[in-house]
């Protein structure tokens, strides 16, 4: 399966915006999906994830700001990001752990990436 993040783009801090991971190809089912997010020189670090059940967790530095969310019936994901620093400037990936050859067998699925800038 491959999928395809979109979204990014140049804001104002305060700003908004929502970013979107489509999928495409066979998912028998979707365990966690996660929104990461990378800046030259700097490790992936995760920045909000979602259960199967729908469980949203953050990592502090979002908190209150970014929500995460999914289209269950498409398997997309979202991410909205208020309130936008320019700390937050970065290339943010979409993560699933999916099941795609066999409903059992889960796998490790990452997006392109889209950029985000959040600049004056």
């Known amino acids: 399966v491959q999928l395809q993040a979109s979204g990014g783009g140049l804001v104002q801090p305060g700003g908004s915006l929502r970013l979107s991971c489509v999928p495409s190809g066979k998912i028998y089912s979707v365990d966690r999906m996660t929104w990461y997010r990378q800046v030259p020189g700097k490790q992936r670090e995760w920045v909000a994830r979602l259960s199967n059940l729908g469980a949203a967790d953050y990592n502090d530095f979002v908190k209150g700001r970014f929500t995460i969310s999914k289209d269950n019936a498409k398997n997309v994901l979202y991410l909205h990001m208020n309130s936008l620093k320019p700390d937050d400037t970065a290339v943010y990936y979409c993560?699933?752990?999916?099941?795609?050859?066999?409903?059992?067998?889960?796998?490790?699925?990452w997006g392109q990436g889209t950029q985000v800038t959040v600049s004056s």
């Open positions: 993560h699933y752990d999916a099941a795609t050859v066999h409903p059992l067998i889960f796998s490790g699925f």
